[in-house]
């Protein structure tokens, strides 16, 4: 029901753009997020958006690098990932809740997307 993609190879200091799009049911109104989990590590929360687009939560580790937005008549949120890191280096989920709030706990969250790989080399 969401299907993630965008991710690839970026340099460090480069640009990617995630997309997340929603189909087989209407994902609008539902807050929405990234998270990536990076190998031998536990998922993290990146950032979330409220399903109207006027709240935004980021995990510090994203805040002033990485901007999350929506277009709720395509129904896809999407992820701008600036000033890339080695460490950004991860599959990032997109994930969908039911929450008003762009939380950031995983257990908020009830849809999820299969994943898309960013590689950030140095």
């Known amino acids: 029901q969401l299907q993630a993609y965008g991710g690839g190879l970026a340099q460090a200091g480069g640009s990617l753009r995630l997309s997340c799009a929603a189909s087989?049911?209407?994902?609008?109104?539902?807050?929405r997020a990234w998270f990536r989990q990076a190998p031998g590590k536990e998922r993290e929360f990146v950032a979330a958006?409220?399903?109207?687009?006027?709240?935004?939560n980021y995990a510090t580790s994203a805040a002033g690098r990485f901007t999350i937005s929506r277009d709720n008549a395509k129904d896809t949120v999407y992820l701008q990932m600036t000033s890339l890191k080695p460490d950004d280096t991860a599959v990032y989920y997109c994930?969908?809740?039911?929450?008003?709030?762009?939380?950031?706990?995983?257990?908020?969250?009830?849809?999820w997307g299969q994943g898309t790989l960013v590689t950030v080399s140095s």
């Open positions: 087989g049911r209407t994902l609008s109104t539902y807050a």
């Open positions: 958006i409220t399903w109207s687009g006027s709240g935004t």
């Open positions: 994930a969908a809740s039911f929450a008003r709030a762009p939380v950031s706990t995983i257990r908020e969250y009830i849809y």
